[in-house]
């Protein structure tokens, strides 16, 4: 049996973790030796509920130089100029950080979803990489604002950096830090209308990943929810990731909500994703309900409307079930060829 590591962005939300557990949990039932690598709170929780080993990384240090503080990236390369890469000395120790934990576990395979460090570290040490992503995070697609022209010649580069260390590591230069998520076998969790690609792009469609335990179920207050009124489920994701506003939050998501739902004839479930409920946000209106987490694909199927930020899992979620779905995208990136897909679709049916 192999001996398989799971990489990925650490951020502190569900929805990288919420694509990976699944496969992971499938090959820990089969016999397979699996670990996962994503010490942020929110994730690691996940990962525990599901039953699966979870590794940690040392304290790492904080990136040198600009990060983009609007939420608008054209595609992987402008994302991730924005969040640390101009450094070397940041992606040095990153990348040095999961090259031992990549050693430590005795990985055989690192599967890895959108962490350009894990991904070098695992072309470093010349193990085989299987890359799990959404349309929009591959190589081969247009990017996040596909309806745009090429993005300006003069926008800053991370490529010197990347390739730079990459060289440390006798590895040959890369074009892009997209090419990174390029690996020897490349996933794709949707299908190619949710995530559409260019034909001649080597990648597998695997179709929506989504974890929920199997004998999950709707805790007893949601499953007591009347039947003679709507149900609406307001996913945030994570409200605030730092002590200061920050142009991932999703606190918009729940702002929008109570306005526009606080007096509706209603019943209103707010989750948070495994995230507390931001002071700020003050006393929730009667008709509001507040719970850190509930199986999703239960709470969607219960719900006559989910009103969620954009995130592909979150996208996933409402066209596996069938249930319709305000989108109020929080950034970029998030869903937006699942946009793209809403957008003809209701063209359509207008029609």
């Known amino acids: 049996m192999a001996r398989v590591l799971f990489t990925m ?3 502190n939300d569900l ?3 919420t694509r990976m557990v699944p496969i992971a949990r499938e090959l820990a039932d089969r016999g397979h030796e699996v670990s996962m690598c994503n010490p942020s709170p929110a994730p690691a929780r996940l990962i525990e509920e599901a039953g699966l080993a979870n590794t940690s990384l040392p304290p790492l240090p904080t990136p040198v130089g600009p990060e983009n503080v609007a939420g608008q990236f054209r595609d992987v390369d402008e994302f991730w100029a924005g969040r640390g890469m101009m450094d070397a000395a940041y992606l040095r120790a990153l990348t040095t950080a999961y090259v031992d934990v990549i050693q430590t576990s005795n990985a055989d395979v690192v599967v890895d979803s ?6 070098l570290a695992a072309r470093a040490l010349r193990k085989p990489l299987i890359t799990v992503l ?7 697609s247009r990017g996040f604002l596909w ?3 090429a993005p300006p ?7 010197p950096v990347l390739n730079a260390v990459a060289a440390s590591y006798g590895l040959a230069p890369f074009a892009r830090i997209g090419d990174l998520f390029a690996g020897d076998l490349d996933l794709i969790a949707g299908t190619p ?3 559409p690609l260019s034909p001649s792009a080597r ?3 695997v179709g929506p990943l989504l974890w929920q335990r199997g004998d999950a179920s709707l805790p007893d207050w949601a499953e007591a929810l009347p039947q003679d009124e709507p149900v609406i489920w307001v996913y945030s994701g994570n409200p605030r990731y730092r002590s200061a506003p920050f142009w991932a939050d999703s606190i918009v998501v729940i702002r929008a909500a109570i306005t526009a739902l606080a007096d509706a004839r209603a019943k209103v479930v707010l989750t948070t994703g495994h995230q507390p409920l931001p002071d700020e946000v003050g006393a929730l209106p009667a008709n509001f309900r507040h719970a850190g987490y509930v199986p999703g694909l239960a709470m969607a199927r219960r719900s006559d409307l989910m009103v969620h930020h954009g995130g592909h899992g979150s996208c996933q979620t409402g066209l596996s079930t069938g249930t319709p779905a305000v989108i109020i995208p929080t950034y970029s990136g998030s869903c937006s060829t699942l946009l793209r897909v809403g957008v003809i679709e209701a063209v359509r049916e207008a029609a």
């Open 193 to 195: 209308e949710t995530d």
């Open 134 to 140: 959404q349309g929009d995070f591959h190589p081969a």
């Open 147 to 149: 309806w745009e022209d």
């Open 203 to 205: 990648v597998t469609y």
């Open 153 to 159: 010649a003069n926008r800053p580069s991370t490529v």
């Open 114 to 119: 959108f962490s350009p460090y894990a991904c």
């Open 9 to 11: 962005h650490f951020a």
């Open 15 to 17: 929805g990288l973790p």
